[in-house]
T-cell receptor, first 113, second 115 residues
Framework: AQSVSQHNHHVILSEAASLELGCNYSYGGTVNLFWYVQYPGQHLQLLLKYFSGDPLVKGIKGFEAEFIKSKFSFNLRKPSVQWSDTAEYFCAVNLSGTYKYIFGTGTRLKVLA | EADIYQTPRYLVIGTGKKITLECSQTMGHDKMYWYQQDPGMELHLIHYSYGVNSTEKGDLSSESTVSRIRTEHFPLTLESARPSHTSQYLC??????????????FGPGTRLLVL
C-alpha cells in the first residue's frame, strides 16, 4: 500500500539553526509532492509543491524542498529557522491523475527564541 | 488566500445524536474532500466529490454520508454519533486548471467530541 513516512515527530531547535525534515513515500508511479504547514490555531496551508521540472523547489518563508526520485524522498529544508516557524509540518503525496492524497503523520517543530 | 469555511469549529454532542458538519468554498472548485485527523496521525480521506451529484467514499471506512447538491457546499452527516467518531474533520478543495489542480486548500477544521 502507498504510504508517506515522516521520520521526525517532534523537533526542537534554537533560532537561526538549520532545519531538515525528512519525507519518504512508497509508490512507483508519477507523483505530485507537497509540504503543508499548520501554525498554532490556523488551518493547513500550502508551503511548497513539486509537480515536475527542477527537483529543487522553493516555497514561502524561505523554505525549500528537494525531490530525489531515486530515494523516493522530498525533504524540507530551511537554512535558518525563526521562532515564527513553530508549527506542524505535513508531507503529502498525490498519485498523479487520481483523487488520492496520502499524508504523513506530521512533524511538530518548536523553535526556541 | 483560499476561502473555505467549516462550521461549527467545535462541537460537543451526546451519543446517538444526528449531526451535520458544514463545509463551503467560494472559489468555484469542483473537487472537494473530507478528511479525518486524529492527534499524531496522518489525515485519512473519508469522502470526496468531483462535482455536483458526484460523491465517493475514501479509503477510511466511515459511517458518515455526504452530499453535493451545489458546487460550493459539501456537508458531512453522521446519523447517530458515537464516541468513536470523536476526531477532527477537515474539509478541502482543489481547483481545476493546469498547474493548480492538484493543490488542496483546507478549511479550519471541526473538532468533534462525542460523549
Amino acid at each position: 500500500a502507498q504510504s508517506v513516512s515522516q521520520h521526525n515527530h517532534h523537533v526542537i531547535l534554537s533560532e537561526a539553526a538549520s532545519l531538515e525534515l525528512g519525507c519518504n513515500y512508497s509508490y512507483g508511479g508519477t507523483v505530485n509532492l507537497f509540504w503543508y504547514v499548520q501554525y498554532p490555531g490556523q488551518h493547513l496551508q500550502l508551503l511548497l509543491k513539486y509537480f515536475s521540472g527542477d527537483p529543487l523547489v522553493k516555497g514561502i518563508k524561505g523554505f525549500e524542498a528537494e525531490f530525489i526520485k531515486s530515494k523516493f524522498s522530498f525533504n524540507l529544508r530551511k537554512p535558518s529557522v525563526q521562532w515564527s516557524d513553530t508549527a506542524e509540518y505535513f508531507c503529502a503525496v498525490n498519485l498523479s491523475g487520481t483523487y488520492k492524497y496520502i499524508f504523513g503523520t506530521g512533524t511538530r517543530l518548536k523553535v526556541l527564541a | 488566500e483560499a476561502d473555505i469555511y467549516q462550521t461549527p469549529r467545535y462541537l460537543v454532542i451526546g451519543t446517538g445524536k444526528k449531526i451535520t458538519l458544514e463545509c463551503s468554498q467560494t472559489m468555484g472548485h469542483d473537487k472537494m474532500y473530507w478528511y479525518q485527523q486524529d492527534p499524531g496521525m496522518e489525515l485519512h480521506l473519508i469522502h470526496y466529490s468531483y462535482g455536483v451529484n458526484s460523491t465517493e467514499k475514501g479509503d477510511l471506512s466511515s459511517e458518515s454520508t455526504v452530499s453535493r447538491i451545489r458546487t460550493e457546499h459539501f456537508p458531512l452527516t453522521l446519523e447517530s454519533a458515537r464516541p468513536s467518531h470523536t476526531s477532527q474533520y477537515l474539509c478541502a478543495s482543489t481547483p481545476e486548471g493546469s498547474g493548480r489542480e492538484e493543490t488542496q486548500y483546507f478549511g479550519p477544521g471541526t473538532r468533534l467530541l462525542v460523549l
